[in-house]
């Protein structure tokens, strides 16, 4: 007998009585998208952010947020690659909080990125004299 549940951490389901390959693609890091007002976020915890970001512009504890920042990495007017921050939130008194939301690892608590991030993150907290919070 076909059990259900192993069929499905095997990456098959059920579909018009046939058993197939589930082509949706899983996250390498185990996140799950979420939609939330139309936006899709990469993570819950990115989806909770910006529910929490709302939150605090409709109390009057923030001015105003902006959502998947667009910076342009650019060097010696060569384009070099596009960095997309998750938030930008601007305070009150205008100063400005620049934060990317990622998993940390249960074990060393230390934050989930990669290489590319990781330089990418240097290179436009050099470009334009900002620095970017991991949360």
């Known amino acids: 007998m076909i059990n259900l549940s192993d069929l499905k951490k095997s990456g098959f389901t059920i579909k018009d009585g046939k058993i197939v390959k589930d082509i949706a693609k899983k996250s390498k ?27 605090l512009k409709k109390s009057g504890e923030i001015k105003d947020f902006e959502i998947q920042v667009k910076f342009d990495i650019r060097i010696n007017e060569i384009h070099i690659a596009n ?37 990418k993150k240097k290179l436009v907290e050099a470009i334009y004299k900002i620095k970017i919070k991991i949360i």
């Open 83 to 119: 960095y997309f921050l998750d938030f930008l939130v601007i305070n009150n008194d205008g100063s400005k909080e620049y934060i990317d939301v990622k998993g940390q690892d249960k074990k060393t608590k230390k934050w989930i990125t990669t290489d590319v991030f990781q330089l």
């Open 29 to 55: 890091y185990g996140n799950s998208k979420i939609e939330i007002d139309g936006f899709i976020f990469d993570s819950t915890k990115e989806g909770n952010e910006y529910s929490k970001l709302k939150l």
